[in-house]
């Protein structure tokens, strides 16, 4: 496979390659918003696992909003790319300035998508986190070191396309790494798509709901 129609085929292709985790009662999927959750959603009605959304912002380098110098996630996790921030001079104020903006909107993020209510307890779980791809990393970094404060028993980081490079950099990170498509020449995640339309709030709760009603 070349390239993914869109994330829900990308999602069913990333299934076939998680069979091992299907209908373990101690797993769990946990979707980065808002691209990962079509893409975790064929995964747990693949496998039978619940699906919720682990909650995290990218921080964007200034004037260049395709660049991460770095991610937010719950809890105070902030993980900064040092060697970004100092190729484009971007002074600890300014990092200052964006992390608290976007820690606005990751609290919004927690607030619209449930996250103390729903978020579940995954110490002594298996639990994959998931994405539509693995560019920088910079938001999965981010992911994982929220996870595992909560001491999960094993972290598989599951994406359908991934820098060649990004991946071997997180393999120290996590237990396993999941991913049908790599590149070297990553270019960006959505040139591996033919459909890679924005992903809206109302489409998250939308597919958040239809999960939790097949679990029911």
């Known amino acids: 496979m070349l390239r993914f129609r869109n994330r829900s085929e990308a999602g069913k292709e990333l299934a076939t390659h998680l069979q091992h985790c299907a209908q373990c009662s101690s797993s769990v999927v946990l979707a980065l918003p808002r691209g990962g959750v079509p893409v975790a959603y064929e995964i747990t009605q693949a496998l039978h696992l619940p699906l919720e959304v682990c909650p995290v912002r990218k921080l964007c380098v200034p004037e260049h909003p395709e660049l991460a110098m770095g991610a937010i996630a719950p809890n105070g996790v902030r993980i900064l790319n040092l060697t970004m921030i100092d190729e484009f001079m971007i002074s600890h104020q300014q990092v200052e300035l964006i992390t608290t903006q976007e820690r606005q909107t990751l609290l919004r993020y927690e607030q619209l998508y449930e996250h103390k209510r729903f978020f579940p307890r995954i110490n002594h779980q298996s639990v994959i986190l998931v994405d539509d791809g693995l560019a920088t990393g910079a938001t999965m970094r981010a ?65 958040l709901v239809q999960a939790r009603t097949d679990r029911n």
């Open 143 to 207: 992911a994982i070191a929220f996870v595992q404060r909560k001491q999960p028993d094993f972290l598989i980081v599951a994406v359908p396309v991934a820098s060649t490079s990004t991946s071997k950099e997180l393999e120290a990170d996590v237990d396993q790494i999941v991913c049908p498509l790599k590149s070297q020449y990553l270019m960006s995640v959505g040139y591996w798509y033919d459909d890679f339309s924005q992903i809206t709030d109302a489409e998250v709760l939308q597919i």
